[in-house]
């Protein structure tokens, strides 16, 4: 039971000034404006929009300026936010193979067709502090980054096209049937693939690398490849139902990771490979290429393959617990007071060890 407290206002105003003051910092130092935070921390600022389930930097930033920097904080506001807004309609589903790449690789074919484009990564850097950063703000420009691709850029098609050519990997057809929307009603469970693909976009990245990373171990039979891992913007288009065509209302940043996976076939499959699937606002790969990890050990039962009792197999286990605001909602509630829940047990074991006592007597 909770028990509403009273007379504690004066005491949570003064709480909120202090939480004020500790995130504005030293009153000598300049604010962290939002758009510093929307150009230089924008790993963190692609992960709140991803998991806020709203594409928006500069509220991403917003939030994260809010919330001191702590990530599910601003995706908690981001996700409220969002509840504000009004819904137009739906927009046609984009296409990745126009993306503008920034970023494309491959871990399957080392010329892959299209080329493949390192774009900025931490892959190849030394996990080594740079103390020019404190010392001097800045690293001087090297005057070697390349210019953005054009939005017309050419069409790249997916590197696990090609292998459709020789029937290696399974093939998936678009479905008809318009999948459900996990922001507009609550997930059901068992949940097809487009649902629990959503899930898992709106899913928390630490909780999903660390199911990714035991199929990696054993605990999913899930060995993998990495396809193709892509990072660009694509052009975001709404059916106007006037006007009888879509037209163009934006541009989206997104990451895209398909995994190649072993499958040793089954009674009406022949062996072939199979694919995970990720995609997620802006550049998140480690969460896009964990979200295609999970999504291949969920497929066991659809491929007709054994249920090892793996946690990254078990579909109620990895979507129940994947959303970081119902995990932090639950967790944190237990701050809260709860004096009669407490009271009560607290007298239930006074008795019990008072029974004990009588009894030893």
């Given at each position: 039971?909770?028990?509403?407290?009273?007379?504690?206002?004066?005491?949570?105003?003064?709480?909120?000034?202090?939480?004020?003051?500790?995130?504005?910092?030293?009153?000598?130092?300049?604010?962290?404006?939002?758009?510093?935070?929307?150009?230089?921390?924008?790993?963190?600022?692609?992960?709140?929009?991803?998991?806020?389930?709203?594409?928006?930097?500069?509220?991403?930033?917003?939030?994260?300026?809010?919330?001191?920097?702590?990530?599910?904080?601003?995706?908690?506001?981001?996700?409220?936010?969002?509840?504000?807004?009004?819904?137009?309609?739906?927009?046609?589903?984009?296409?990745?193979?126009?993306?503008?790449?920034?970023?494309?690789?491959?871990?399957?074919?080392?010329?892959?067709?299209?080329?493949?484009?390192?774009?900025?990564?931490?892959?190849?850097?030394?996990?080594?502090?740079?103390?020019?950063?404190?010392?001097?703000?800045?690293?001087?420009?090297?005057?070697?980054?390349?210019?953005?691709?054009?939005?017309?850029?050419?069409?790249?098609?997916?590197?696990?096209?090609?292998?459709?050519?020789?029937?290696?990997?399974?093939?998936?057809?678009?479905?008809?049937?318009?999948?459900?929307?996990?922001t507009r009603a609550p997930l059901e469970l068992p949940a097809g693939r487009p649902l629990r693909l959503q899930a898992l976009a709106r899913g928390d990245e630490g909780f999903l690398l660390g199911l990714a990373y035991s199929?990696?171990?054993?605990?999913?039979?899930?060995?993998?490849?990495?396809?193709?891992l892509r990072i660009g913007t694509v052009t975001v288009e709404m059916d106007i139902p006037e006007l009888g065509?879509?037209?163009?209302?934006?541009?989206?940043?997104?990451?895209?990771?398909?995994?190649?996976?072993?499958?040793?076939?089954?009674?009406?499959?022949?062996?072939?490979?199979?694919?995970?699937?990720?995609?997620?606002?802006?550049?998140?790969?480690?969460?896009?290429?964990?979200?295609?990890?999970?999504?291949?050990?969920?497929?066991?039962?659809?491929?007709?393959?054994?249920?090892?009792?793996?946690?990254?197999?078990?579909?109620?286990?990895?979507?129940?617990?994947?959303?970081?605001?119902?995990?932090?909602?639950?967790?944190?509630?237990?701050?809260?007071?709860?004096?009669?829940?407490?009271?009560?047990?607290?007298?239930?074991?006074?008795?019990?060890?008072?029974?004990?006592?009588?009894?030893?007597?």
């Open positions: 039971m909770y028990v509403a407290v009273k007379g504690g206002e004066r005491a949570i105003d003064a709480a909120h000034d202090w939480l004020a003051d500790t995130r504005r910092g030293a009153a000598d130092q300049p604010a962290v404006h939002t758009d510093a935070i929307r150009d230089q921390l924008s790993l963190s600022v692609a992960r709140v929009m991803a998991e806020g389930s709203l594409y928006d930097p500069d509220l991403a930033a917003l939030a994260i300026k809010q919330a001191r920097g702590d990530l599910i904080e601003a995706i908690f506001l981001i996700r409220a936010y969002r509840t504000t807004l009004p819904r137009f309609g739906a927009t046609t589903p984009v296409d990745t193979v126009r993306m503008a790449i920034a970023r494309r690789i491959s871990a399957t074919f080392k010329d892959a067709p299209g080329g493949q484009v390192l774009g900025p990564t931490y892959d190849y850097t030394h996990r080594l502090l740079d103390f020019r950063l404190m010392a001097d703000g800045e690293l001087p420009a090297t005057g070697t980054t390349p210019a953005a691709a054009p939005a017309d850029a050419a069409e790249v098609p997916h590197i696990l096209s090609f292998l459709n050519r020789d029937g290696m990997i399974e093939t998936e057809d678009p479905t008809e049937t318009e999948p459900a929307d996990l199929t990696q171990r054993g605990y999913a039979r899930n060995h993998a490849f990495v396809g193709e065509f879509a037209i163009e209302i934006g541009e989206i940043e997104l990451t895209e990771c398909e995994t190649v996976n072993q499958f040793k076939g089954s009674k009406s499959e022949p062996a072939q490979f199979t694919r995970g699937y990720g995609l997620s606002f802006g550049q998140t790969e480690r969460k896009a290429l964990s979200m295609a990890l999970v999504d291949r050990a969920l497929r066991w039962q659809e491929l007709d393959e054994d249920f090892t009792g793996a946690p990254a197999q078990d579909e109620e286990f990895v979507l129940s617990h994947c959303d970081n605001i119902q995990a932090t909602g639950f967790l944190e509630h237990i701050k809260l007071p709860h004096y009669v829940d407490f009271q009560a047990e607290l007298e239930l074991v006074r008795r019990l060890r008072a029974g004990l006592a009588e009894a030893a007597e």
